[in-house]
């Protein structure tokens, strides 16, 4: 069974801090992974997409991905209360041709003004 | 422009009773994949459909069953529901099937 694994949390920052979220993955012909952010009692909200090694900025979020140590993460700077949510993290199964995703079980970020 | 749309929002059922959800994608998207989410947990993948047939299935009983209508538009139906079934219902939307997918609302199923 491919496995995507995070940290439950709930990880604690302050207003302002940088938060990071890590993630990582089990199946190592995945090529492309999302991060969604989810508020309690809604639906995941895709923040990013990264389908190669580095990093990928877009805005106050940067994901990084290291296919070699399987781990991808997220980093939040500037944080604010606006940004308390579940983060999921989730990889696109290589044995699937549909678009399968496998997702972690979620990091609850919670940050404090 | 329209995203996913799901419905009903709520739904209360009891064991061994049957559901119909339903989900319309996002204007331009062709595909949708169901996933269930349990409270505390990610979302886990049911099964996809392309072009009005189901691509892949989940590790899902055969309970779970779906089906696409021409206009993309797309039915989650669970037979003979457990108290397990409680979860949110998200319907997720694409264009083609390995493409970026953006969730709907869900729907929250309570199982009694």
């Known amino acids: 069974q491919k496995e995507v694994e995070q940290n439950s949390g709930p990880l604690s920052v302050p207003e302002g801090a940088i938060a990071s979220l890590n993630c990582t993955y089990s199946d190592r012909g995945s090529q492309s992974f999302f991060w969604y952010r989810q508020y309690s009692g809604k639906s995941p909200e895709l923040i990013m997409s990264i389908y190669s090694n580095g990093d990928k900025e877009d805005g106050r979020f940067t994901a990084q991905l290291n296919k070699a140590s399987q781990y991808v993460s997220l980093l939040i700077r500037d944080s604010q209360p606006s940004d308390s949510a579940t983060y999921l993290c989730?990889?696109?199964?290589?044995?699937?041709?549909?678009?399968?995703?496998?997702f972690g079980q979620g990091t609850t970020l919670q940050v404090k003004p | 422009d329209a995203g996913v749309t799901q419905s009903p929002t709520h739904l209360i059922k009891t064991r061994g009773q049957q559901v119909t959800l339903r989900c319309s994608p996002k204007?331009?998207?062709?595909?949708v994949s169901w996933y269930q989410q349990a409270l505390g947990q990610g979302p886990q993948f049911i099964f996809q459909y392309y072009e009005e047939e189901e691509r892949q299935r989940g590790n899902f009983p055969d309970r779970f069953s779906g089906h696409q209508f021409p206009n993309y538009s797309s039915e989650l139906n669970v037979n003979a529901l457990l108290l397990g079934d409680s979860a949110l219902y998200l319907c997720?939307?694409?264009?083609?099937?390995?493409?970026?997918?953006?969730f709907g609302p869900g729907t929250r199923l309570l199982v009694l």
């Open positions: 204007s331009g998207h062709d595909t």
């Open positions: 997720a939307s694409s264009y083609r099937s390995q493409e970026t997918q953006y």
């Open positions: 989730a990889a696109r199964a290589s044995s699937s041709n549909t678009g399968k995703l496998i």
